[in-house]
């Protein structure tokens, strides 16, 4: 049997990431020796943002939410590399791999996306924390400030990018510079 029909028979004829039918192929998961377990079966859409991580659509891969919990291993070290990538710390920490997913996984995560994201004092900032902006910032496109002492809760890690977070004042979610916070 071929590795395409195997891949289809596993998948169900469904993109193992996001369960899409629509234009799937195979995809290697590095370092990979070709075989079918260390294959995977995604959408051209999963396919090109994984093959082109500058260009990922945090809301493409809410999937992971249910593709990391796969019994299929090549599976779960890309769902994990993907939250990984998308700074999904909280995510990960749920997720459980042996031993050989983990070094797997790990093995395809580049070192310099382990980024630290640090507040004005210098603590480490994580997704989920709560921090205080220390000074007004004029929020573009908003028409509106974030005014000094306002507790941004939940914030996320904006991936590739140390200097800013993700959070929401006045119920709008933006980008704020991590060196106008304050970790509470």
Known sequence: MSLEKELQSRSGFKCELCESE???????VS???????????VCVTCKN????LDTIDEKHFNCLNDSMWSEI??????SFRLLNTLGRQDLIDMMY???????????GTRS???????????VT?????TAVI???????????????????????????????IEGRVNGVKIHILTKYLKKL
């Open 73 to 78: 291993s090549a599976v779960k070290v890309s």
């Open 112 to 122: 310099e996306d382990t980024l630290v994201y640090k507040d004005t004092n210098g």
């Open 134 to 164: 220390t000074k007004d910032l004029d929020v573009k496109g908003t028409g509106f400030t974030a005014k000094r002492g306002t507790a941004v809760r939940n914030i996320g890690l904006v991936p590739n990018d140390a200097k800013h």
């Open 31 to 41: 370092p990979s020796d070709g075989s079918v377990e260390q294959s995977i079966y």
């Open 97 to 107: 791999l042996e031993d050989d997913e983990k070094i797997w996984a790990e093995a």
């Open 125 to 129: 900032l994580q997704v989920g924390d």
């Open 49 to 52: 943002q994984i093959q082109n």
């Open 22 to 28: 629509k234009e799937l192929n195979i995809l290697e």
